[in-house]
């Protein structure tokens, strides 16, 4: 594809010094990628600095989903439109919204091209998560279904409402996959549609994942969903994956060459970095990394954060929030002339659904050399109520 001509510029003097007498207008702060780190890196740097910052917020997608709205769209729990916020309806003070796609990343030159033009800044925040790739594992876009991304969960929600009964497999088919709670959550889910509609007494649910335990890190986290499985009768398969599907048997076939049939399979897709994040040099193993404390990549006043990095917290949307708010006082600090001193301590607090109106929450610190800590609280519809808060409270600051 022929590249865009067209530069867009950045910088208001590219030999300004980069000391203390330097304003807000002066570092152009490029972010890739509106997920939850974009989309709060930025709105923290519009509610510190106002019109007097200067972001370039650039993302390809139509609008922000949280995942926990996928699985409530899935199970008939809300409309689609209801989760979606249109990115065109994005107005932050010192914050420009591109629509576009990304072609190339250059890290040393600090360089974005576009569809819609070249881009150079002063700081680069790599905000890209990771792609889903369903047409890597054989047989999954032929017989089975995806529920990881907007439009493979959203499409669901008419199949899984007129599903008569019959062999369910949620199955996860790669390592590492972002939100580990949301293939427990989705067999719990299938158990409650099946139940209200009278056929779980003909059906059969198995869930297939690598990890040893549901929540590795929270053992009161896992020993509780463990025992739901076990009371709803959830067939749990841990330490495995599904490595492809036979549409002519309707069988899955485990890592180890071990089988297990299926009339509904429901399977978390391979993750991978974004093309164009491979191709700019910045990954090692196939993830981004990056200091932990500070969230630099190898290349200076270069940052990624959530899924796109190997920084050794899990892939979900509240770790990328929690590293994006370290990241976007980094760049404050900077800018104010300040020591820059703020570092990530790798905390982030899960949502785990249990039920329609049964929410749990998991607490888990993330530090590098040490076990990771992990806190459960068992469900409450208080949790409900402040998942909901949870997700009204960013939207307003995002959006609003």
């Known amino acids: 594809m022929d590249r865009p001509s067209t530069t867009v510029s950045t910088r208001r003097s590219s030999s300004a010094p980069k000391s203390s007498q330097r304003g807000p207008a002066d570092v152009r702060v490029l972010v890739l990628g509106a997920g939850f780190g ?3 890196l930025s709105t923290r740097l519009s509610e510190e600095f106002g019109p007097d910052i200067d972001v370039v917020l650039i993302d390809r997608g139509p609008g922000f989903v949280f995942g926990f709205a996928k699985l409530d769209v899935m199970f008939g729990r809300a409309a689609a439109d209801d989760v979606t ?52 594992t054989p047989g999954l876009l032929e017989d089975g279904h995806e529920f990881y991304t907007v439009a493979g969960a959203f499409g669901l929600r008419d ?5 008569d009964g019959g062999r369910v497999v949620v199955g996860v088919t790669s390592s590492p996959f972002k939100c580990p709670p949301a293939p427990s959550e989705c067999a719990l889910l ?21 990890l040893p335990a549901p929540i590795p890190p ?37 890592s180890d060459g ?5 009339d509904l399979f429901l399977g978390v897709p391979k993750h991978q970095a974004p093309e164009v994040v491979v191709q700019s040099g910045l990954t090692e193993d196939g993830w981004v990394p990056v200091d932990p404390a500070t969230l630099e990549t190898k290349f200076p006043d270069v940052y990624a954060v959530g899924d796109v990095t190997s920084v050794g917290t899990p892939k979900a949307g509240v770790f990328a929030e929690g590293q994006a708010a370290v990241v976007a006082e ?38 590098p050399g040490v076990a990771p800590q992990g806190f459960f609280e068992v469900p409450s519809t208080d949790q409900l109520a402040q998942k909901a808060e949870f997700g009204r409270s960013r939207i307003a600051r995002w959006f609003g």
Do not use: N
Request: include cysteine; glycine fraction near 10%; aromatic fraction near 8%.
């Open 218 to 254: 929270s053992p009161d986290a896992s020993r509780f969903l463990l025992e739901e499985f076990a009371a709803r009768d959830i067939g749990w398969h841990p330490g495995r994956l599904i490595r492809e599907l036979d549409p002519a048997r309707h069988v899955a076939t485990f």
């Open 85 to 136: 916020h249109p990115y065109a309806g994005l107005a932050k003070p010192g914050v420009r919204f591109v629509a576009t796609t990304i072609r190339s990343i250059d890290p040393v030159a600090k360089r974005v091209e576009t569809d819609d033009g070249v881009f150079d800044g002063d700081v680069v925040v790599v905000a890209l998560g990771a792609d889903l790739v369903p047409e890597a």
């Open 330 to 367: 980094r760049i404050a600090q900077r800018v104010r002339g300040e020591d820059v001193d703020r570092t990530y301590g790798g905390r982030g607090t899960c949502y785990l659904q249990v039920g329609a109106d049964a929410v749990a929450t998991v607490d888990v610190t993330f530090q």
């Open 258 to 262: 071990a089988e297990i049939g299926y």
């Open 159 to 163: 199949l899984i409402a007129d599903f």
């Open 38 to 40: 974009g989309l709060e």
């Open 190 to 210: 299938v158990d409650d549609v099946l139940t209200a509609r009278g056929v779980r007494s003909r059906s059969t649910i198995d869930l297939v994942m690598p």
